[in-house]
């Protein structure tokens, strides 16, 4: 038994496909979240012993398929292109918005589908307010009234799932067209391929689908050329805005006609006062702006003050863990591979782990809230000028916690042009692995004082670093959008969620996965391209290295105390480092960060872990110090400082430009299908990254900083 979930976005599907289900599907407050199917089994029908599977499609507006969750809804409710045909669709619609969520209902009911309406979300409208009896008798199908937040109705929604599958309900509603249009819509049905034929109803239903859908340029697969063809010639003949507006008109004057009944009486006023009056403020284009940068500043300085205890204590363990081992192991190049490699390269990274935990938690709370979809809101202004809409903001937002998911997140935009060029700007946004360089060089280069007297400099520096991903990336858009990818801009169609109370249990939810993911790249990942950086610096060992190893010390500070002060040069790393110099001495680096650029390559917070052994291998200092003491009390052999806060700068404009993800622009080739696309993604950040360092060292410079 198949049963598909569709609806709206942003209606609770997925919260109660989890109900049914009992799995722990991820659960946002904001468009788009549904951008896979999700299978499961519903649990009443699995301890009867009757199999079942139960499928939780894409969120859309409607079955136009114009996008690729519309396509994807479309062929899950109609069995096409391989897709399995369902037993049973459930529609769910938002209890808040019902006559608008209706438009959906009214078109699967077009299609004679086995159906079942569940209006969600019923805690939330004033008691009795909607007459679910009525509205299945309207339909011909069951209609149930629920709330997935709070399970009220969802055991009645599984017997209700049970008892339809085996007589499946056929809804009767449908609009009246105009017969000149059922005249076109009988010709377009003519053209279909045998395969896609059922009945009269079924068929009319998909020639409307056909009249508005199928365009000239647009990129709809499995469309054969003859029904293409068809298609147009209509469109030729009688304007194809003009069909559009015919169908989309019949199906709301329907809806407008019934409405009274929906609600018993007459549709309520009702309206969500809370949200309209900070909507008032929150979409300001002024207010809401200056807001948004406040929470935003709020945010990041958190990020400082509040896990900077726990950052400490992280320190303080790992290098009490190495002492430990340098004190049980005799020396020789394993110990140091133990205490150097594994232990204080996995240690300068997972030392960040406070700071990531509260960005994932301001973030979850965020998107619960509904705050996310309003930003996207307030952007659309901008995003449409360079050639996108407000929803492309979407991804780009999620790239603030990682690039990967939010290239992924790309698939809700409805055309290949726009996601193609999301995808181009997208690893321009300030992601979480780039905090660890940020975090590291601000501590280590800028003094944490206040500017005049209030606004904190630490704070405002990683507020800047954000603020210029975020300028740079829409810059981008919009030379991109106008050279390498060009194309027109379509509207921005997007539902502003009520503001609800966080689900804490689905931000812990979603902190802990990012924090398993993060500590599991840094116990995989990270540790394996720190070993191998460590051997790239530890050798080959010179005599005077290898004599110093023999030797036995009493502690590791000794031996370290011992080494030649120029044997990481010698090394392969330092080699690599040295050959690289000349490129990036304009920029205000040395062949040491040359090192951790090089190894930052295969994942960005591996540039700490490599700087962690180029000082704790190289220098004649105390290895248990912090890295940002060791990075703040560098110095040249004329005793001049070699990090300043220009070269931090430098170096932090150099990160959040360059392309330093192997798993970025692998995702990339996975969603072109193309490696065309990634190798450009490359150059032109590599380009982008070294011209404005340049830029800002060489004036600084300058300028006299």
């Given at each position: ?84 045909v369902p037993d049973l669709v459930v529609c769910v619609v938002d209890a808040g918005q019902l006559t608008r969520n209706l438009y959906l209902a009214l078109q699967l009911a077009e299609f004679r589908v086995p159906l079942v309406i569940v209006i969600n979300m019923i805690d939330e409208v004033p008691e009795k307010t909607i007459d679910a009896s009525e509205i299945s008798e309207i339909f011909g199908v069951p209609c149930l009234p629920v ?172 290098g009490a863990l190495a002492t430990f081992v340098t004190e049980l192991l005799p020396p020789s190049w394993f110990r140091d591979l133990v205490t150097e490699g594994v232990i204080g390269g996995v240690g300068n990274v997972v030392v960040f782990l406070p700071q990531i935990l509260l960005l994932f938690l301001f973030i979850g709370v965020l998107e619960d809230s509904g705050y996310m979809a309003r930003v996207a809101y307030l952007m659309d ?325």
């Open positions: 038994m198949h049963v598909v979930v569709v609806g709206n976005p942003n209606v609770g599907k997925t919260t109660l496909f989890n109900r049914l289900t009992g799995q722990n599907a991820r659960v946002g407050n904001y468009p788009g979240i549904t951008v896979e199917r999700k299978v499961g089994t519903v649990k009443q029908l699995a301890a009867q012993g009757v199999p079942n599977e139960i499928v939780d499609v894409p969120g859309c507006y409607s079955l136009s398929s114009r996008s690729p969750e519309e396509q994807i809804a479309l062929k899950s409710v109609l069995g096409m292109d391989g897709f399995q709330s997935a937040r709070t399970g009220l109705g969802v055991d009645a929604l599984r017997a209700s799932i049970a008892a339809a599958l085996k007589t499946p309900p056929r809804p009767r509603l449908a609009p009246k067209y105009d017969s000149e249009l059922i005249r076109h819509v009988d010709r377009v049905a003519e053209a279909f391929p045998a395969a896609w034929r059922r009945n009269v109803e079924h068929d009319r239903a998909l020639g409307l689908w056909a009249l508005t859908s199928v365009e000239a340029d647009d990129e709809l697969e499995g469309i054969p050329s003859e029904l293409r063809e068809r298609v147009l010639e209509v469109h030729r003949e009688t304007s194809g805005t003009t069909i559009d507006e015919a169908v989309i008109t019949a199906r709301y004057a329907l809806l407008d006609d019934l409405e009274p009944r929906f609600y018993g009486k007459v549709p309520p006023k009702h309206e969500r006062l809370a949200t309209k009056r900070i909507d008032q403020v929150l979409l300001h284009p002024v207010f809401g702006f200056a807001i948004f940068i406040a929470i935003m500043l709020l945010v990041f300085q958190s990020l400082f003050a509040w896990s900077d205890p726990a950052i400490s204590l992280i320190e303080t363990a790992f202004r901008v995003m449409r000028v360079l050639g996108l809409h407000g929803r492309a903001f979407v991804p780009m937002l999620s790239g603030f916690a990682c690039a990967v998911p939010a290239i992924l997140a790309t698939r809700t935009m409805e055309r290949q042009r726009d996601r193609l060029l999301t995808m181009l700007v997208v690893p321009l946004m300030t992601c979480s692995a780039r905090l660890p360089v940020y975090t590291l060089i601000i501590a280590a280069l800028f003094p944490p004082t206040d500017l005049f007297g209030a606004l904190p400099v630490q704070g405002l520096l990683m507020v800047g670093m954000y603020l210029f991903s975020l300028l740079v990336s829409l810059i981008a858009a919009w030379v991109l959008g106008r050279t390498v990818v060009k194309g027109k801009s379509v509207p921005l169609i997007l539902e502003l969620p009520p503001y609800r109370l966080p689900r804490i249990s689905t931000t812990l939810r979603m902190m802990w996965q990012r924090s398993s993911l993060f500590l599991k790249e840094a116990g995989s990942v990270i540790m394996v391209c720190t070993i191998v950086l460590w051997a790239l610096l530890s050798f080959p060992k010179s005599a005077d290295v290898a004599s110093a190893a023999a030797s036995p010390s009493p502690s590791h500070q000794i031996e370290s105390a011992d080494l030649h002060p120029t044997a990481i040069e010698r090394s392969y790393g330092g080699q690599l480092g040295k050959l690289l110099e000349p490129a990036i001495e304009p920029l205000g680096f040395d062949w040491k960060i040359g090192v951790g650029i090089i190894g930052a390559f295969a994942a960005r917070e591996v540039f700490v872990s490599t700087m962690g052994l180029v000082y704790g291998i190289g220098d004649m200092g105390d290895d248990d110090a912090p890295l940002r003491d060791q990075i703040r009390s560098a110095t040249r052999p004329d005793g001049s400082p070699v990090y300043s806060p220009l070269t931090g700068l430098s170096l932090m404009v150099f990160f959040a430009l360059a392309c330093q993800c192997v798993s970025t622009l692998s995702v990339v080739r996975r969603e072109t299908r193309s490696w065309r696309w990634p190798a450009f993604l490359f150059g032109y950040m590599t380009i982008l990254a070294y011209a404005a360092s340049f830029l800002v060292y060489q004036g600084g410079t300058l300028l006299g900083f």
